[in-house]
Nanobody, 115 residues
Framework: QRQLVESGGGLVQAGGSLRLSCEAS????????MGWYRQAPGKPRELVAT???????YYADFLKGRFTISRDNAKNTVYLQMNSLKPEDTAVYYC?????????WGQGTQVTVSS
């Protein structure tokens, strides 16, 4: 069974940093784009960043350079380094991965930024 397991969320003060990790496991040969999305209470899920197996990245405009996505293909793991965190970054962060035409999701990890 394919699965994504996130870790690294928590509570941090505004201006602080967190690093999220997401490891894929199971039958995942052919794993392609991996990425991070987030969902704040009462809001729709939104894209944060994605990265291909070759390292090509895409970031949402609102990040303004504060977050960095990276990937270790040997470990089937994607990371999200989040710096200069703001209270509006508070959300559940979800990892996603694409395998051919199938997209699967992690269970989410809570990030809370206090002012």
């Amino acid at each position: 069974q394919r699965q994504l397991v996130e870790s690294g969320g928590g509570l941090v003060q505004a201006g602080g940093s967190l690093r999220l990790s997401c490891e894929a496991s199971g039958p995942i040969d052919g794993l392609d784009v991996m990425g991070w999305y987030r969902q704040a209470p009462g809001k729709p899920r939104e894209l944060v960043a994605t990265i291909t197996t070759r390292g090509y990245t895409y970031y949402a405009d609102f990040l303004k350079g504060r977050f960095t996505i990276s990937r270790d293909n040997a470990k089937n793991t994607v990371y999200l380094q989040m710096n200069s965190l703001k209270p509006e970054d508070t959300a559940v962060y979800y990892c996603s991965a694409r395998l051919y035409t199938d997209v699967f999701w992690g269970q989410g990890t809570q990030v809370t930024v206090s002012s």
